[in-house]
């Protein structure tokens, strides 16, 4: 199938070759563009490269790809990745990050537990509040520090998705700033269940929700398509 997928032009990274390993083809739309906060990084970098963060969490594909060339972090300093493609941009520039098994910044917290209690984590991110990260955070006893690196921006363009067989929505954001126009047959998916519930909130109910990758994203669309022969 051919998949329109909604990204951050910088952020499509190994989309192409993951929809290929899954018998698909892609191309990206952008209901957003990205402006960069360039005081706001240089300040992160220079606290995290001082080693004033016992953890920094990487929420997205884009500061890592912008912030990790920057940064000769302390040894000491425990990186972690909300996703797979999020460490592989890290690991490009020799970070070793782990990756949240959930995918989903709600589940940070969490993942490190107890280990947060007295711990400052820094987190360069987009400029959308994300309140309930920075609670997690404080309530296990940790210093949330937040860096907004850079603006999301609604492109305000008509989405070039009427080719496409499935339009896959990777953030609540994304489709909630889409202007596009769902063709009659064609399948929408949701990357993850934040995503998903926030297309239900606008009356489209996804075709297909993902586990918060890309990756799982298309197993789940190709499980949906098997089902859908089945009782075709």
């Not at 989309?15 to 698909?24: F, K, N, Q």
């Not at 970098?45 to 953890?55: I, K, L, P, S």
């Not at 404080?138 to 998705?161: F, Q």
């Not at 596009?180 to 929700?209: F, H, K, L, N, Y």
């Amino acid at each position: 199938m051919l998949i329109a997928i909604t990204r951050l032009p910088q952020k499509a990274g190994r989309d192409a070759a993951l929809c290929a390993e899954l018998g698909h083809e892609c191309y990206t739309v952008s209901p957003l563009r990205a402006e960069l906060i360039e005081d706001a990084i240089a300040r992160f970098v220079a606290e995290a490269n001082r080693g004033a963060f016992d953890c920094i969490f990487f929420t997205s594909a884009l500061p890592a790809e912008v912030i990790a060339p920057r940064l000769s972090l302390p040894e000491t300093v425990r990186v972690v990745a909300i996703g797979p493609q999020t460490a592989r941009t890290l690991a490009q520039h020799a970070i070793k990050a782990e990756t949240l098994p959930s995918f989903y910044s709600a589940d940070f917290a969490p993942y490190l537990g107890a280990w947060l209690a007295g711990r400052r984590v820094g987190i360069p991110r987009a400029a959308v509040p994300n309140p309930g990260l920075l609670d997690a955070i404080r309530t296990a006893g940790g210093e949330a520090c937040e860096y907004p690196s850079y603006h999301l921006v609604p492109s305000g363009e008509s989405l070039e998705t009427e080719r496409a067989d499935v339009v896959l929505f990777t953030s609540a954001s994304s489709f909630r700033e889409a202007v596009w126009t769902r063709r009659t047959g064609q399948s929408v998916a949701a990357i993850g269940r934040v995503t998903a519930a926030a297309m239900e909130e606008s009356g489209v109910s996804p075709d297909v929700v993902g586990d918060g990758s890309l990756s799982g994203t298309l197993a789940a669309l190709n499980r949906w398509t098997e089902e859908m022969k089945h009782h075709a």
